[in-house]
Nanobody
């Protein structure tokens, strides 16, 4: 059974930083691409970033240069370092063992972690 536990969210001022984590179990983590998606208040799921099993990564334009995705295969953990946070980054963030174009179609979501950017 796939289990995903996101953590690391919180309240931060504009310009601040947070580091999200996703602890994964129930599948061969190291062989899967992993993605972060988010859901802002009143909006649908939005792809944020993907890191592949080989280590290559992709980012949505609105986070390029600010967010960095990484993975620790030994610990089966995915991370998202978020810098220069803006109010529009406020959302619940989820991880998924999916590539970029199918990440928002994943169904076995964890509880997510809330990120609120506000002064």
């Amino acid at each position: 059974e796939v289990q995903l536990v996101e953590s690391g969210g919180g309240l931060v001022q504009p310009g601040g930083s947070l580091r999200l984590s996703c602890a994964a179990s129930g599948f061969a983590f190291s062989t899967y691409p992993m993605s972060w998606v988010r859901r802002a208040p009143g909006k649908g799921l939005e792809w944020v970033s993907t890191i592949r099993d080989g280590g290559s990564s992709s980012y949505a334009e609105f986070v390029k240069g600010r967010f960095t995705i990484s993975r620790d295969n030994a610990k089966k953990t995915l991370h998202l370092q978020m810098n220069s946070l803006q109010p529009e980054d406020t959302a619940v963030y989820y991880c998924a063992p999916r590539e970029r174009f199918t990440a928002t179609q994943f169904s076995s979501w964890g509880q997510g972690t809330q990120v609120t950017v506000s002064s």
